[in-house]
Protein backbone atom coordinates (compact mmCIF):
# COMPACT_ATOMS: atom_id res chain seq x y z
CA UNK A 1 0.00 0.00 0.00
CA UNK A 2 1.63 3.61 -1.17
CA UNK A 3 0.56 6.69 1.07
CA UNK A 4 -1.43 9.19 0.31
CA UNK A 5 -0.26 12.05 -1.23
CA UNK A 6 0.68 14.93 0.68
CA UNK A 7 -1.15 18.81 -0.18
CA UNK A 8 -4.03 16.91 -1.27
CA UNK A 9 -5.75 20.17 -0.19
CA UNK A 10 -4.31 24.08 -0.52
CA UNK A 11 -3.98 26.66 1.79
CA UNK A 12 -3.84 30.39 1.53
CA UNK A 13 -0.48 31.87 2.74
CA UNK A 14 -1.81 34.09 4.82
CA UNK A 15 -4.39 33.85 7.98
CA UNK A 16 -7.95 34.19 6.35
CA UNK A 17 -8.96 35.99 9.02
CA UNK A 18 -6.88 38.79 8.35
CA UNK A 19 -7.19 39.21 4.63
CA UNK A 20 -9.17 37.20 2.25
CA UNK A 21 -7.81 34.96 -1.20
CA UNK A 22 -10.61 36.68 -3.15
CA UNK A 23 -12.96 39.20 -3.42
CA UNK A 24 -15.35 39.37 -5.94
CA UNK A 25 -17.14 43.07 -6.81
CA UNK A 26 -20.61 42.78 -8.51
CA UNK A 27 -20.19 45.97 -11.04
CA UNK A 28 -23.73 45.59 -12.03
CA UNK A 29 -27.12 43.44 -12.31
CA UNK A 30 -27.67 43.99 -16.10
CA UNK A 31 -27.55 41.61 -18.74
CA UNK A 32 -29.18 40.44 -21.34
CA UNK A 33 -29.75 37.49 -20.59
CA UNK A 34 -32.50 35.44 -18.85
CA UNK A 35 -30.95 32.48 -17.45
CA UNK A 36 -32.63 30.22 -15.25
CA UNK A 37 -30.34 29.85 -12.09
CA UNK A 38 -29.20 33.79 -11.75
CA UNK A 39 -28.81 34.70 -8.14
CA UNK A 40 -28.75 38.09 -9.48
CA UNK A 41 -32.01 38.16 -11.35
CA UNK A 42 -30.55 40.35 -13.61
CA UNK A 43 -32.12 42.75 -15.32
CA UNK A 44 -31.49 44.04 -18.95
CA UNK A 45 -30.92 48.44 -17.23
CA UNK A 46 -28.51 48.86 -14.68
CA UNK A 47 -29.44 49.85 -11.49
CA UNK A 48 -29.30 53.38 -10.44
CA UNK A 49 -28.13 52.48 -7.09
CA UNK A 50 -25.18 50.76 -8.41
CA UNK A 51 -21.23 51.67 -7.18
CA UNK A 52 -20.36 54.43 -9.47
CA UNK A 53 -16.71 54.61 -10.71
CA UNK A 54 -15.53 56.52 -7.81
CA UNK A 55 -16.83 54.21 -5.52
CA UNK A 56 -15.68 51.94 -7.20
CA UNK A 57 -12.41 53.04 -6.67
CA UNK A 58 -12.65 52.93 -3.57
CA UNK A 59 -13.24 49.80 -3.28
CA UNK A 60 -9.94 48.28 -4.66
CA UNK A 61 -7.96 50.69 -2.80
CA UNK A 62 -10.00 48.96 0.42
CA UNK A 63 -8.54 45.41 -1.51
CA UNK A 64 -5.31 46.58 -1.83
CA UNK A 65 -5.08 47.52 2.21
CA UNK A 66 -5.71 43.98 2.72
CA UNK A 67 -1.86 44.31 1.48
CA UNK A 68 0.63 42.71 -0.28
CA UNK A 69 0.08 40.09 -2.22
CA UNK A 70 -3.14 41.26 -3.12
CA UNK A 71 -6.35 39.20 -3.10
CA UNK A 72 -7.58 38.10 -6.15
CA UNK A 73 -10.13 40.77 -7.76
CA UNK A 74 -12.80 39.47 -9.81
CA UNK A 75 -15.18 41.87 -11.21
CA UNK A 76 -18.47 39.98 -12.50
CA UNK A 77 -22.57 40.80 -13.02
CA UNK A 78 -24.99 40.24 -14.65
CA UNK A 79 -22.34 41.44 -17.36
CA UNK A 80 -18.89 43.69 -16.64
CA UNK A 81 -19.47 44.74 -20.09
CA UNK A 82 -22.41 46.16 -19.46
CA UNK A 83 -20.63 49.24 -17.69
CA UNK A 84 -18.71 52.08 -20.37
CA UNK A 85 -15.93 52.45 -17.30
CA UNK A 86 -14.76 48.07 -17.02
CA UNK A 87 -11.41 48.78 -18.78
CA UNK A 88 -10.69 52.21 -16.56
CA UNK A 89 -11.73 50.25 -13.52
CA UNK A 90 -9.43 46.99 -14.58
CA UNK A 91 -6.63 49.17 -15.02
CA UNK A 92 -6.69 51.58 -12.16
CA UNK A 93 -7.47 48.09 -10.05
CA UNK A 94 -3.99 46.61 -11.89
CA UNK A 95 -2.27 50.15 -10.59
CA UNK A 96 -2.72 49.26 -7.10
CA UNK A 97 -1.44 45.67 -7.27
CA UNK A 98 -4.27 43.92 -7.99
CA UNK A 99 -4.08 40.80 -9.69
CA UNK A 100 -7.93 41.35 -11.85
CA UNK A 101 -10.20 38.80 -13.78
CA UNK A 102 -13.32 39.64 -15.43
CA UNK A 103 -16.32 37.19 -15.12
CA UNK A 104 -18.40 38.43 -18.19
CA UNK A 105 -21.57 37.24 -19.98
CA UNK A 106 -21.97 35.29 -22.84
CA UNK A 107 -23.57 38.00 -25.44
CA UNK A 108 -22.33 40.33 -28.48
CA UNK A 109 -20.30 41.79 -26.27
CA UNK A 110 -18.11 39.38 -25.22
CA UNK A 111 -15.72 39.65 -28.85
CA UNK A 112 -12.08 40.45 -29.62
CA UNK A 113 -11.56 43.84 -29.50
CA UNK A 114 -12.97 43.94 -25.79
CA UNK A 115 -11.26 40.99 -24.96
CA UNK A 116 -7.85 42.78 -26.02
CA UNK A 117 -9.04 45.95 -24.40
CA UNK A 118 -9.12 44.26 -20.86
CA UNK A 119 -6.29 42.56 -21.24
CA UNK A 120 -4.35 45.39 -22.39
CA UNK A 121 -5.53 47.45 -18.79
CA UNK A 122 -4.11 44.39 -17.14
CA UNK A 123 -6.77 41.56 -16.66
CA UNK A 124 -4.88 38.45 -15.96
CA UNK A 125 -7.58 35.97 -16.37
CA UNK A 126 -11.50 35.71 -18.06
CA UNK A 127 -14.25 33.61 -16.42
CA UNK A 128 -16.69 32.20 -18.69
CA UNK A 129 -20.18 29.70 -18.37
CA UNK A 130 -20.87 26.61 -20.08
CA UNK A 131 -23.92 24.83 -18.72
CA UNK A 132 -24.44 23.11 -21.62
CA UNK A 133 -22.29 20.36 -24.45
CA UNK A 134 -24.66 22.11 -27.12
CA UNK A 135 -26.47 24.78 -28.46
CA UNK A 136 -29.26 23.89 -27.58
CA UNK A 137 -28.83 22.72 -24.03
CA UNK A 138 -26.30 25.80 -23.45
CA UNK A 139 -29.04 28.46 -24.50
CA UNK A 140 -31.97 26.76 -22.99
CA UNK A 141 -30.71 27.15 -19.91
CA UNK A 142 -29.22 31.04 -20.44
CA UNK A 143 -32.43 31.70 -22.51
CA UNK A 144 -31.49 33.66 -25.44
CA UNK A 145 -30.23 31.99 -28.93
CA UNK A 146 -27.07 32.29 -29.53
CA UNK A 147 -25.01 32.23 -26.29
CA UNK A 148 -23.34 29.52 -27.21
CA UNK A 149 -21.89 30.22 -30.11
CA UNK A 150 -21.06 33.74 -28.24
CA UNK A 151 -19.31 31.71 -25.53
CA UNK A 152 -17.33 29.86 -27.28
CA UNK A 153 -15.92 32.71 -29.97
CA UNK A 154 -15.01 34.54 -26.96
CA UNK A 155 -13.32 31.44 -25.12
CA UNK A 156 -11.49 31.09 -27.98
CA UNK A 157 -10.34 34.72 -28.53
CA UNK A 158 -9.27 35.44 -24.67
CA UNK A 159 -7.00 31.97 -25.50
CA UNK A 160 -5.27 33.91 -28.14
CA UNK A 161 -5.03 36.90 -26.47
CA UNK A 162 -3.07 35.02 -23.37
CA UNK A 163 -5.76 35.19 -21.03
CA UNK A 164 -6.34 32.28 -19.09
CA UNK A 165 -9.95 31.36 -18.64
CA UNK A 166 -11.78 29.09 -16.40
CA UNK A 167 -14.92 27.89 -17.69
CA UNK A 168 -17.94 27.21 -14.81
CA UNK A 169 -20.60 24.80 -15.33
CA UNK A 170 -24.06 24.96 -13.20
CA UNK A 171 -24.96 21.57 -11.73
CA UNK A 172 -28.22 21.48 -11.72
CA UNK A 173 -30.84 18.47 -12.51
CA UNK A 174 -31.18 19.07 -16.09
CA UNK A 175 -27.51 19.05 -16.61
CA UNK A 176 -26.47 16.16 -14.67
CA UNK A 177 -26.49 13.63 -17.58
CA UNK A 178 -24.61 16.12 -19.48
CA UNK A 179 -21.58 16.77 -17.33
CA UNK A 180 -19.16 14.13 -19.02
CA UNK A 181 -19.95 15.80 -22.55
CA UNK A 182 -19.74 18.98 -21.07
CA UNK A 183 -15.84 17.59 -19.68
CA UNK A 184 -14.66 16.48 -22.87
CA UNK A 185 -15.97 20.17 -24.65
CA UNK A 186 -13.93 21.82 -21.85
CA UNK A 187 -10.53 19.57 -22.37
CA UNK A 188 -10.85 19.73 -26.30
CA UNK A 189 -11.16 23.67 -26.51
CA UNK A 190 -8.39 23.98 -23.32
CA UNK A 191 -8.95 25.86 -20.10
CA UNK A 192 -7.20 26.73 -16.93
CA UNK A 193 -9.55 25.34 -14.55
CA UNK A 194 -12.97 23.49 -14.96
CA UNK A 195 -15.47 24.83 -12.26
CA UNK A 196 -18.68 22.76 -10.92
CA UNK A 197 -20.76 25.59 -9.30
CA UNK A 198 -23.18 22.96 -7.20
CA UNK A 199 -26.58 25.06 -7.28
CA UNK A 200 -27.72 26.92 -4.15
CA UNK A 201 -31.73 28.10 -3.86
CA UNK A 202 -30.69 32.01 -4.78
CA UNK A 203 -32.60 34.00 -7.26
CA UNK A 204 -33.90 32.30 -9.74
CA UNK A 205 -32.27 29.49 -8.54
CA UNK A 206 -34.69 28.78 -5.89
CA UNK A 207 -36.86 27.70 -8.61
CA UNK A 208 -35.07 25.16 -9.74
CA UNK A 209 -35.18 21.01 -8.74
CA UNK A 210 -32.67 20.37 -5.93
CA UNK A 211 -30.28 17.86 -6.87
CA UNK A 212 -30.04 14.54 -3.74
CA UNK A 213 -27.55 14.33 -1.58
CA UNK A 214 -26.65 10.93 -3.62
CA UNK A 215 -26.41 12.43 -6.90
CA UNK A 216 -24.36 15.45 -5.61
CA UNK A 217 -21.92 13.20 -4.25
CA UNK A 218 -21.58 11.24 -7.49
CA UNK A 219 -21.17 14.37 -9.35
CA UNK A 220 -18.53 15.70 -6.70
CA UNK A 221 -16.50 12.33 -7.26
CA UNK A 222 -16.92 12.64 -11.22
CA UNK A 223 -15.23 16.11 -11.08
CA UNK A 224 -12.27 13.90 -8.68
CA UNK A 225 -11.93 11.70 -11.86
CA UNK A 226 -11.87 14.47 -14.23
CA UNK A 227 -9.01 16.10 -12.40
CA UNK A 228 -6.67 13.42 -13.67
CA UNK A 229 -7.31 15.15 -17.43
CA UNK A 230 -7.91 18.63 -16.34
CA UNK A 231 -7.79 21.02 -13.54
CA UNK A 232 -11.00 21.13 -11.65
CA UNK A 233 -12.43 22.80 -8.37
CA UNK A 234 -15.76 23.51 -7.44
CA UNK A 235 -18.08 26.58 -6.26
CA UNK A 236 -20.60 26.12 -3.25
CA UNK A 237 -19.22 22.14 -3.21
CA UNK A 238 -17.07 22.78 -0.49
CA UNK A 239 -17.49 18.76 0.64
CA UNK A 240 -14.85 18.69 -2.51
CA UNK A 241 -12.23 19.08 -0.34
CA UNK A 242 -13.76 15.83 1.74
CA UNK A 243 -13.98 14.00 -1.44
CA UNK A 244 -10.18 15.10 -2.34
CA UNK A 245 -9.55 13.53 1.46
CA UNK A 246 -10.72 10.22 1.26
CA UNK A 247 -9.97 9.94 -2.47
CA UNK A 248 -6.39 10.28 -2.15
CA UNK A 249 -6.41 7.71 0.81
CA UNK A 250 -8.34 5.45 -0.89
CA UNK A 251 -6.47 5.61 -4.10
CA UNK A 252 -3.29 4.67 -1.63
CA UNK A 253 -4.57 1.79 -0.77
CA UNK A 254 -5.50 0.85 -3.96
CA UNK A 255 -9.54 0.98 -2.99
CA UNK A 256 -12.45 2.39 -4.70
CA UNK A 257 -15.38 4.82 -3.30
CA UNK A 258 -18.72 3.15 -3.60
CA UNK A 259 -21.08 5.31 -5.24
CA UNK A 260 -24.18 5.81 -7.08
CA UNK A 261 -26.03 4.88 -10.18
CA UNK A 262 -25.40 8.60 -11.72
CA UNK A 263 -21.66 8.36 -10.78
CA UNK A 264 -21.49 5.01 -13.15
CA UNK A 265 -23.20 6.36 -16.29
CA UNK A 266 -21.55 9.46 -15.99
CA UNK A 267 -18.16 7.43 -15.91
CA UNK A 268 -19.36 5.22 -18.43
CA UNK A 269 -19.93 8.23 -20.69
CA UNK A 270 -17.14 9.49 -20.38
CA UNK A 271 -15.44 6.60 -21.06
CA UNK A 272 -17.27 6.07 -24.26
CA UNK A 273 -15.96 10.10 -25.18
CA UNK A 274 -12.45 9.37 -24.82
CA UNK A 275 -12.04 12.05 -21.71
CA UNK A 276 -9.42 10.15 -19.78
CA UNK A 277 -7.52 8.94 -22.93
CA UNK A 278 -4.24 10.61 -23.85
CA UNK A 279 -1.98 12.77 -21.48
CA UNK A 280 -2.85 13.20 -17.47
CA UNK A 281 -1.65 15.77 -15.14
CA UNK A 282 1.25 15.43 -13.53
CA UNK A 283 -0.03 16.61 -10.62
CA UNK A 284 -3.51 17.01 -9.29
CA UNK A 285 -4.89 20.66 -8.69
CA UNK A 286 -5.79 20.66 -5.36
CA UNK A 287 -8.81 22.61 -4.11
CA UNK A 288 -8.44 25.54 -1.81
CA UNK A 289 -9.45 25.66 1.52
CA UNK A 290 -11.58 28.81 1.68
CA UNK A 291 -14.93 29.32 2.36
CA UNK A 292 -18.18 31.89 3.10
CA UNK A 293 -16.22 34.45 4.93
CA UNK A 294 -13.35 32.20 5.60
CA UNK A 295 -10.62 33.67 2.53
CA UNK A 296 -13.60 34.39 0.45
CA UNK A 297 -15.91 37.87 0.40
CA UNK A 298 -18.81 39.11 -2.24
CA UNK A 299 -18.83 42.89 -2.55
CA UNK A 300 -22.80 43.82 -4.40
CA UNK A 301 -23.42 46.27 -7.17
CA UNK A 302 -24.62 48.36 -4.31
CA UNK A 303 -21.53 47.62 -2.32
CA UNK A 304 -22.97 45.42 0.48
CA UNK A 305 -20.44 42.88 1.77
CA UNK A 306 -21.50 39.31 1.72
CA UNK A 307 -19.41 36.26 2.67
CA UNK A 308 -20.92 34.87 -0.35
CA UNK A 309 -22.45 35.91 -3.20
CA UNK A 310 -25.32 33.11 -2.58
CA UNK A 311 -25.28 34.01 0.91
CA UNK A 312 -28.06 37.19 1.30
CA UNK A 313 -26.97 38.71 4.44
CA UNK A 314 -24.91 42.11 4.62
CA UNK A 315 -22.22 42.33 7.40
CA UNK A 316 -21.79 46.22 6.09
CA UNK A 317 -21.71 48.91 3.19
CA UNK A 318 -17.85 49.81 1.96
CA UNK A 319 -19.48 53.27 1.52
CA UNK A 320 -20.05 53.51 5.17
CA UNK A 321 -17.21 51.07 6.75
CA UNK A 322 -14.04 49.40 4.89
CA UNK A 323 -13.72 46.28 3.57
CA UNK A 324 -10.79 45.54 5.80
CA UNK A 325 -12.96 46.06 8.98
CA UNK A 326 -16.17 44.67 7.69
CA UNK A 327 -13.99 41.08 6.61
CA UNK A 328 -11.73 40.78 9.58
CA UNK A 329 -14.71 42.08 12.61
CA UNK A 330 -18.09 41.48 12.12
CA UNK A 331 -19.80 39.19 13.72
CA UNK A 332 -21.21 37.49 10.21
CA UNK A 333 -17.76 36.91 9.21
CA UNK A 334 -16.32 35.80 12.24
CA UNK A 335 -19.01 33.53 13.33
CA UNK A 336 -18.88 31.90 9.83
CA UNK A 337 -14.83 31.38 10.89
CA UNK A 338 -15.72 29.07 13.61
CA UNK A 339 -16.52 25.59 12.08
CA UNK A 340 -17.30 24.44 16.57
CA UNK A 341 -20.59 26.61 16.14
CA UNK A 342 -21.63 24.52 13.14
CA UNK A 343 -24.80 22.71 13.53
CA UNK A 344 -26.24 19.15 13.03
CA UNK A 345 -24.53 16.79 10.27
CA UNK A 346 -22.20 19.62 9.85
CA UNK A 347 -21.15 20.19 13.26
CA UNK A 348 -20.53 16.93 14.39
CA UNK A 349 -18.24 15.79 11.21
CA UNK A 350 -14.47 15.50 11.26
CA UNK A 351 -14.04 17.47 8.03
CA UNK A 352 -15.80 20.16 9.44
CA UNK A 353 -12.15 22.24 9.64
CA UNK A 354 -11.58 21.73 6.07
CA UNK A 355 -15.14 21.82 5.07
CA UNK A 356 -17.72 23.16 7.05
CA UNK A 357 -20.34 22.57 4.38
CA UNK A 358 -22.00 25.14 2.29
CA UNK A 359 -22.64 27.72 4.38
CA UNK A 360 -25.31 29.94 1.58
CA UNK A 361 -26.90 26.33 0.52
CA UNK A 362 -27.26 25.86 4.53
CA UNK A 363 -29.09 29.10 4.82
CA UNK A 364 -30.97 29.16 1.38
CA UNK A 365 -32.86 25.41 2.34
CA UNK A 366 -32.90 26.44 6.38
CA UNK A 367 -32.84 30.08 7.18
CA UNK A 368 -30.06 29.57 9.22
CA UNK A 369 -26.21 29.69 8.58
CA UNK A 370 -24.66 27.53 10.45
CA UNK A 371 -27.49 24.67 9.46
CA UNK A 372 -26.17 21.19 7.54
CA UNK A 373 -25.24 21.42 4.55
CA UNK A 374 -28.57 19.35 2.81
CA UNK A 375 -26.57 18.28 0.03
CA UNK A 376 -24.01 16.40 1.89
CA UNK A 377 -24.50 12.44 1.71
CA UNK A 378 -21.70 12.17 4.31
CA UNK A 379 -22.48 11.02 7.47
CA UNK A 380 -19.91 11.25 10.35
CA UNK A 381 -17.74 9.15 11.38
CA UNK A 382 -18.08 6.56 8.61
CA UNK A 383 -14.74 6.72 6.46
CA UNK A 384 -13.21 3.72 7.56
CA UNK A 385 -9.59 5.24 7.88
CA UNK A 386 -9.71 7.60 10.66
CA UNK A 387 -6.02 7.50 11.83
CA UNK A 388 -4.93 7.76 8.14
CA UNK A 389 -7.17 10.51 7.58
CA UNK A 390 -6.33 12.42 10.68
CA UNK A 391 -2.25 12.50 9.92
CA UNK A 392 -3.61 13.65 6.22
CA UNK A 393 -5.18 16.38 7.34
CA UNK A 394 -2.76 17.51 10.26
CA UNK A 395 -0.53 17.34 7.21
CA UNK A 396 -2.47 19.71 4.85
CA UNK A 397 -3.04 21.96 7.96
CA UNK A 398 1.14 22.89 8.36
Not at 176 to 186: H, R
Not at 237 to 243: D, K, P, T, W
Not at 351 to 376: H, I, Q, W
Request: proline share 6%.
Amino acid sequence: MSRPARGVLRRPRHAVGERPFIVIWEATRACPLACLHCRAEAQTERDPRELGGADARRVMDQVAAFGRPAPLFVITGGDPFQRPDLTDLVAYGTSLGLRVAVSPSGTPTLTRENLSAVRDAGAVALSLSLDGSTAARHDAFRGVEGVYDWTLEGWRAARELGLKVQINTTVTRDSLEDLADIAALVRREGAMLWSGFVLVPAGRGGRLDSLTPGETEDVLHFLYDCGAVLATKTTEGHHFRRVALQRSILDARGERPRLGALYGRLVERADRLGLFEGPRRPVRRPPMDVSSGRGFVFVSHTGEVHPSGFLPLSAGNVTHHPLTEIYRGSALFTTLREPSLLRGKCGACEFKTVCGGSRSRAYGFTGDVLEADPYCAYEPGSFPYQEELRALTESTMR
